[in-house]
């Protein structure tokens, strides 16, 4: 049986950086290879920030003549991220944090219901309050108990508490996604956590002429980190080669 490494070879393609608003990775060559996935992941924003995620093809390694293939995509805070942290802060009766879900239906991620939950003077699972009478601690005790409640709770996401730090997950990897919005920046800190997206390349569907593709980042806010690898798959010529530091499997 063929091995993963042994036909899909995995680069860097924008190295992990933080405090850089924009970033044009290398150019790579599709002569050797039919396919290739750009996998673009982030971590950090908050509030009201985004960056803006582009692939380009060109007709060389230097990047020359470079043109947009696609549509740029925007990624935005809180906006299907699989994992998330809100920090309690001097939490006052009425404020909210809303979480909507996605799952996988026919293998398309699709919204289920967004729900509220609102800071009160006690707890009320039933009604999705959660208690902010106390420390803040106290706090992120009670909202990660309201979201973790199994009839009032939020399917399939899971929220873990330290101190005043909810961190919220999707429960099974890889199942899902999830909205996150707070209605007070300042007392209820949402901060996206890991938040991803892919651009596919087919080397013919590249311009006449254009041998080679990258990806870009930009509009980078300079507390967010992101990285993106490149899968490049269904080699022309076998045997693949990693250019890695070490290697292993399960065998």
């Not at 947009?68 to 909210?96: E, F, N, P, R, Y």
């Not at 892919?198 to 990806?215: C, I, M, P, Q, R």
């Amino acid at each position: 049986m063929q091995k993963i490494h042994e036909g899909v070879q995995a680069l860097t393609a924008l190295r992990a950086s933080t405090n850089v608003t924009s970033l044009t990775g290398p150019y790579f060559s599709f002569e050797k290879y039919r396919k290739g996935l750009f996998l673009l992941t982030i971590s950090g924003q908050t509030d009201g920030e985004s960056l803006v995620f582009a692939v380009y093809e060109a007709t060389d390694r230097d990047g020359t003549d470079a043109a947009q293939l696609g549509a740029s995509v925007t990624l935005s805070q809180g906006s299907k991220v699989t994992s998330a942290q809100v920090v309690c802060s001097s939490v006052q009766v009425g404020d909210t944090v809303k979480i909507k879900p996605y799952t996988f239906v026919s293998g398309v991620l699709t919204a289920g219901t967004e729900l509220t939950f609102t800071a009160a003077a006690a707890e009320s699972l039933a009604n999705r309050q959660f208690d902010q009478s106390g420390t803040d601690a106290a706090c992120a005790t009670s909202l990660a108990a309201c979201i973790n409640n199994a009839t009032y709770g939020v399917p399939g996401i899971t929220a873990s508490v330290d101190t005043v730090t909810v961190t919220l997950a999707v429960t099974e990897d890889g199942e899902g996604a999830m909205d996150v919005t707070e209605s007070a920046v300042g007392r209820l800190v949402v901060t996206d956590l890991e938040q991803s997206a892919w651009f596919e390349v087919e080397a013919d569907e590249l311009t006449s002429g254009f041998t080679h593709a990258g990806a870009r980042v930009s509009d980078v806010d300079a507390t967010t980190e992101f990285g993106c690898v490149l899968l490049r798959a269904l080699p022309r010529y076998a045997p693949v080669g990693q250019p890695v530091t070490a290697y292993d499997d399960s065998e």
